[in-house]
């Protein structure tokens, strides 16, 4: 029979920095979202509410499942974070989107570890794979799997590595021995709350979309009233602040994956060199990265806003 032990030790030898194990459950932590949607806490991300159902289990995408296999990679790198830097002028991209994407990166790597478990079992099963946009609420599974707890920026925090990781997984039928629970290592602490400019986190482990300054920049379609343009400021793309004052991230795990290191196109870029950018140039620096989410029109739309806080900061 095919081991959670065995599984674990594939994850790592395919570049995967962390692998747990958790039962497919209706674990209580599920139930929140549904109230989350009800506060109008996902803006206009209306996809999340179509698929409301199937993210309360994941038995509702597999029935016959029974572990969810979760796995953690390290996409930090050696820049230091935006808080550090005193350059007004700098535009500040999250460093999540800095490299390669990773959707395509992390499916390639997963596949082929559902690949070889196919190849290792000697029962068949059934199984999916995810990474990111599927119907599932990857960070409560992560945390049944050891891999991290939720912290009150709601970002799944690994005590050794940080919070600088996605989350990706293999729901399957295989019953797999599964880890214990991460728990909550976040105390007393609310320096996330604090720090969050917009005050988009309403209360721990509560994030109001609307606010996030991840969710203008990237989800949010159509143009910025004149509050959002104030609130993203230099960010033109994600926002780091409530990990970057985490002191889980105060060293955090560094990757070397080429995936990862930052492209020229936004490594210590301002704001004024890349609104300088032709549609052109930046639809070349998007491909194939993360950043193609928003199109050279989002980008162009938060660049804009990005130039008018440069120039208040400068009168
Ligand atoms: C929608 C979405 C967003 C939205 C909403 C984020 C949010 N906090 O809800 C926006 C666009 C704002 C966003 C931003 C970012 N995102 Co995002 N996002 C997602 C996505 C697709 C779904 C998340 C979701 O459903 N949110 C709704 C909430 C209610 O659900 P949840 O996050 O699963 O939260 C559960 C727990 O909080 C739980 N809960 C457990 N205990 C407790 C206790 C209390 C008291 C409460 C209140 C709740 C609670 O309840 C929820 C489930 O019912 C996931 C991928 C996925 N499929 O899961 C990625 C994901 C969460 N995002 C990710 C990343 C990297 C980011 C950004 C860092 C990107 C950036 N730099 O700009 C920021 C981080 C901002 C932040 N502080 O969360 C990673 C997070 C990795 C990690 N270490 O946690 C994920 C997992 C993608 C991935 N595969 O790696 N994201
Ligand atoms: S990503 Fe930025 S705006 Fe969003 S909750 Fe964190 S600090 Fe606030």
């Known amino acids: 029979m095919l081991t959670a032990s065995a599984i674990k030790n594939k994850a790592l030898e395919v570049g995967f920095d962390l692998c747990g194990v958790a039962p497919a459950a209706a674990h209580p932590e599920l139930a929140f979202f549904r109230d989350w949607l009800a506060r109008g806490y996902a803006g206009e991300m209306s996809y999340l509410a179509r698929s409301a159902d199937t993210r309360a ?67 068949p099963f059934e199984a999916r794979a995810y990474v990111d946009t599927g119907p599932i609420q990857e960070r409560v599974y992560a945390q049944y799997a050891g891999i991290g707890w939720i912290g009150k920026n709601t970002c799944v925090i690994n005590a050794d590595l940080g919070s600088w990781i996605f989350l990706s997984e293999i729901v399957c039928s295989l019953p797999l021995d599964a880890d214990e629970a991460a728990f909550d290592r976040c105390g007393t602490c609310t320096l996330c709350l604090e720090a969050c400019p917009t005050r988009a986190l309403v209360a721990p482990g509560m994030l109001d979309s609307t606010r996030c300054i991840s969710y203008l920049t990237i989800e949010l379609k159509g143009d910025f009233s004149a509050d959002s343009a104030a609130a993203v400021g230099n960010h033109v793309y994600g926002c780091d602040i409530c990990q970057e004052v985490c002191p889980w991230n105060a060293s955090p795990a560094v990757s070397t994956d080429p995936a990862w290191q930052p492209r020229p196109a936004w490594d210590g870029a301002s704001v004024q060199t890349l609104a300088r950018r032709s549609d052109g140039e930046l639809r070349e620096a998007l491909k194939g990265s993360a950043m193609r989410r928003t199109k050279v029109a989002g980008l162009r739309r938060n660049l804009a806003a990005a130039v008018q806080t440069v120039r208040d900061v400068r009168q």
């Open 57 to 123: 289990d994941v038995r509702a995408a597999l029935p016959s499942a029974r572990s969810v296999i979760v796995t953690a990679t390290v996409y930090n790198t050696d820049r230091p974070y935006s808080i550090e830097c005193a350059d007004p002028d700098r535009a500040h991209v999250a460093r999540y989107a800095w490299g390669d994407d990773y959707h395509d990166v992390i499916a390639r790597r997963l596949n082929g570890l559902l690949d070889w478990m196919r190849g290792a079992s000697p029962e």
